[in-house]
Structure formats: structure tokens, C-alpha cells
Antibody, heavy 115, light 115 residues
């Protein structure tokens, strides 16, 4: 079945970096754009970034532009989010989601930025 | 980025219908965009429900019951999620989303209580 599994979350100090991964299975990964969406504790959904099916186009929310980088490896069916210069306000559950409709979501990985 | 306005809460009784709204800012015409809807229950990732552009261009998520439907009110510049025949399992947070340009925008979410 179609599945997305995030990993790489954890507790990190402000200013440090973290890389999240999203392993995809059950569909032709290389045919779909992919998103990262986050949800701070007790808050709503916040879109983070999107990458086109071939990685040629990438767009970011203003809140992460210049600090986060989305990428993908279609040979490994894996999506990434490199997060640099992390701030306390980046604390959230990070989800990857498939396609234009965001019609499949992973279970999420938790990132906590705290000293 | 535009702000999609959703009422923080709504309630209805089992068997009744719930009408959840998503109002777009005045400079974005609801008639020009797909409106996507997601359901999220506590401790779970969001679930894609459906998208609505027009009566001839709409789509239901995989396994989503037909009692979930979308529409628009052009006079109010609003997208609508209608849930008919409410069940206790429909109690959840509901988010709308649009993709107006190179950034995805989510509404703040509506917490639906089934009384």
C-alpha cells in the first residue's frame, strides 16, 4: 500500500541543524511532487516546502526560506528536509505528504528545538 | 501569503449535517482555485478528504464516504465542506487548503464536535 515514513526528528539546540527523511513506498515516487508540512504543539497545519517530481523546482514558506532545504533522491524513493539555524519556533511534528492534493501523509516525526 | 479563515469550532448532533466554511481573502477569487479539505483526529496525521473546484471538477479521497462533499459560495468567497449524516467518528479538526501560486496555504482549522 501507499506509505510514507518520516524519520530523523529529535531534540536539538537552537542554531543547530537536523535532516529529516521520508521514505516512500507503494507508488511511483519519481512521478509526484512532495511536500513537508509541520504542526506545532496544539496548533494548526503549516506548509513548509514543496519539491517537484524531478527536483527541478522547490518552493518554501517565508518562515523557513534560507534556512531549510528540500531535496529528493528518486533512486532511493526518499524525500529530505535539511533544517539549519533551527529556532524554538521550529518545534513541531513534521509530516511529508504526496502530490498536488497532499493525498497521502506520513505519521510524522517530532522536532524539538530547545537548549 | 493569504490567510484562509475557518471558524475555530462548530458542533452538530449525530444524524444532522455540518457545514464547515473556509473564507478566502477578498483579493483571491474562490472560483479560481481548488479547495482541498483534510480531517485530523488527535494523535493522527491529517487525512485527505476531497477537493472541490466545481460540480464538474471535484474529487473524493480514497475510501472517503460520499456523505463528505464540497461546494463553494461565490458570493461569500467561501469554500464549504458539508458532512451529512453526522457520526460520532466525524468529531475531528478539519482544515481547508488552497495552492494559489508557489506556496500552499492552510486554514486555521475548525474543531467539529458531534454532540
Amino acid at each position: 500500500q501507499v506509505q510514507l515514513v518520516e524519520s530523523g526528528g529529535g531534540v536539538v539546540q537552537p542554531g543547530r541543524s537536523l535532516r529529516l527523511s521520508c521514505a516512500a513506498s507503494g507508488f511511483t515516487f519519481s512521478s509526484y511532487g512532495m511536500h513537508w508540512v509541520r504542526q506545532a504543539p496544539g496548533k494548526g497545519l503549516e506548509w513548509v516546502a514543496v519539491i517537484s517530481y524531478d527536483g527541478s523546482n522547490k518552493y518554501y514558506a517565508d518562515s523557513v526560506k534560507g534556512r531549510f532545504t528540500i531535496s529528493r533522491d528518486n533512486s532511493k524513493n526518499t524525500l529530505y528536509l535539511q533544517m539549519n539555524s533551527l529556532r524554538a519556533e521550529d518545534t513541531a511534528v513534521y509530516y511529508c505528504a504526496k502530490g498536488q492534493q497532499l493525498d497521502v501523509w506520513g505519521q510524522g516525526t517530532t522536532v524539538t528545538v530547545s537548549s | 501569503q493569504p490567510v484562509l479563515t475557518q471558524p475555530p469550532s462548530s458542533s452538530a448532533s449525530p444524524g444532522e449535517s455540518a457545514r464547515l466554511t473556509c473564507t478566502l481573502p477578498s483579493d483571491i477569487n474562490v472560483g479560481s482555485y481548488n479547495i482541498y479539505w483534510y480531517q485530523q483526529k488527535p494523535g493522527s496525521p491529517p487525512r485527505y478528504l476531497l477537493y472541490y473546484y466545481s460540480d464538474s471538477d471535484k474529487g473524493q479521497g480514497s475510501g472517503v464516504p460520499s456523505r463528505f462533499s464540497g461546494s463553494k459560495d461565490a458570493s461569500a468567497n467561501t469554500g464549504i465542506l458539508l458532512i451529512s449524516g453526522l457520526q460520532s467518528e466525524d468529531e475531528a479538526d478539519y482544515y481547508c487548503m488552497i495552492w494559489p501560486s508557489n506556496a500552499v496555504v492552510f486554514g486555521g482549522g475548525t474543531k467539529l464536535t458531534v454532540l
